[in-house]
């Protein structure tokens, strides 16, 4: 704690930077590109693993049965670079663990993964023709306008306390909620009750017009 209590001055200057980051895109002096096709994001303001990858499965299952379905990653950890389609045969080194569990979990999607967002949906428009696109952790990638803003925020590790990097976990500040269309709090318990989601809901604070969930992780037997 006293560590985190003396990075305090950096994440002073690492949320002005992120601030005027998005001011910038905000006043439209940074472009933003938003497609005639559905995009949905699946993102979060935190370092920390809040669930996009089996919310991302999750949203694949409830679309796949009458929407032609692509999701679009960066592809962290892969040793290769620009636009790839991922295949079954793939290997993690060339697109990454969680792209090719998509792909081998749901092998009749599109599965791609590139750096630039803005370049990768528009080859997947152009190659493909889905009815909806996926966008994986993109929520600081402000390049491409999403449709659908979703926002994940760990139960146990809300954003509402924590602090901006490094003397915390949070990509950029607490204000970026705004640009949520749907929060979701994940890794709930089963036992979740009422009265927790109705604290949990005055505590985040969400503005009036979003929509609030609350989700929970059931692992299947190996």
Do not use: W
Not at 64 to 71: F, G, L, P
Request: aromatic share 12%.
């Amino acid at each position: 704690m006293k560590a985190r209590l003396l990075l305090f001055p950096f994440a002073i200057l690492y949320g002005l930077v992120t601030g005027v980051r998005n001011l910038f895109f905000d006043k439209g002096i940074l472009k933003s590109v938003k497609f005639n096709v559905p995009v949905i994001n699946i993102g979060n303001i935190s370092t920390g693993g809040t669930g996009k990858t089996p919310h991302i499965e999750y949203l694949i299952n409830l679309l796949k049965s009458n929407h032609k379905v692509a999701t679009l990653s960066r592809g962290y950890g892969r040793k290769t670079k620009g636009f790839l389609e991922v295949q079954v045969t793939s290997s993690v080194d060339e697109c990454g663990d969680e792209p090719l569990q998509f792909k081998s979990k749901f092998p009749d999607i599109i599965v791609a993964v590139c750096e630039n967002r803005v370049f990768g949906v528009n080859k997947i428009l152009d190659v493909y023709q889905p009815d909806v696109i996926l966008l994986d952790d993109a929520f600081q990638h402000r390049y491409v306008t999403p449709t659908l803003n979703i926002l994940l925020t760990e139960f146990d590790f809300p954003y509402f306390n924590d602090f901006i990097l490094p003397a915390g976990n949070l990509r950029e500040g607490r204000y970026a909620k705004h640009r949520a269309d749907i929060i979701i709090v994940t890794k709930c318990s089963q036992n979740l009750t009422g009265e927790d989601k109705l604290r949990f809901e005055e505590r985040i604070n969400a503005d009036k017009q979003k929509q609030l969930f609350f989700s929970t992780i059931k692992y299947l037997p190996l």
